[in-house]
């Protein structure tokens, strides 16, 4: 199974932008990068994912470097609201059934006001 | 919609005991998924199921067992809870593929302390 690797933790300050960043050094080629974040007490929700190409949704943004190895979740104006543990995942497309999705340590992110 | 629901929201166990928890989602989704989540620690996935009548190991499947009846619910049962089962149980769901996201749904959790 491929596997990801992230900082524990990171820290930023209310209204600055966030960059996230996620290994995955032994992506296929069939791998989506799929991204979910953990607000505390609840369940993990889903962010956004992507498979090649950078990708913006109302959330974040997902910058795929050109080699796939690694990715990085953008988010543009972080608010107090955005403390979380965010996760970074890989999904094979080719895969029809379930699939171990193991979701690994994430990075706890902390922002200040 | 109610999405995925998991009950109980909390349990408390003797070493020893039994239980099952519940899950059940509501959006027709044919994959299902168990992780724990222990204090201060990131999702670790116990069981999987692509459909109904098949299930699979994940990273840590010993001390559990599950059942996927039908589409609708997965359960998870604990025949002889240990202290070291003391955690945050998730349940979730995906769509086929195909579907606009894939995006993993998961419930509120249920939090089990084995004293």
């Known amino acids: 199974d491929a596997k990801t690797t992230q900082p524990n933790s990171m820290e930023s300050n209310e209204e600055e932008p966030v960059h996230l960043p996620c290994n995955h050094s032994?992506?296929?080629?069939?791998?989506?990068i799929h991204w979910y974040r953990q607000l505390p007490s609840q369940g993990p929700e889903y962010v956004i994912h992507?498979?090649?190409s950078n990708v913006n949704n109302r959330m974040a943004s997902l910058a795929i470097a050109e080699d796939r190895k690694s990715s990085t979740l953008i988010l543009h104006r972080a608010t107090l609201r955005d403390a979380a543990v965010y996760y970074c995942i890989l999904r094979d497309v080719r895969l029809e059934g379930a699939q171990k999705l193991v979701f690994g340590q994430g990075t706890r992110l902390t922002i200040n006001p | 919609n109610a999405g995925v629901t998991q009950t109980p929201k909390f349990q408390v166990l003797k070493t020893g005991q039994s239980m099952t928890l519940q899950c059940a989602q509501d959006?027709?989704?044919?994959?299902m998924y168990w992780y724990r989540q222990d204090p201060g620690m990131g999702l670790r996935l116990i069981y999987y199921?692509?459909?109904?009548?098949?299930?699979d190991k994940g990273e840590v499947p010993n001390g559990y067992n599950v059942s996927r009846l039908n589409k609708r619910e997965f359960s998870l049962r604990l025949e002889s809870a240990a202290p070291s089962q003391t955690s945050v149980y998730f349940c979730a769901s995906r769509g086929a593929r195909g579907v606009p996201n894939e995006k993993l749904f998961f419930g509120s959790g249920t939090q089990l302390s084995v004293l």
């Open positions: 032994t992506i296929s080629g069939t791998d989506y």
């Open positions: 199921s692509a459909s109904e009548g098949t299930t």
């Open positions: 992507g498979l090649t």
């Open positions: 959006m027709n989704h044919n994959s």
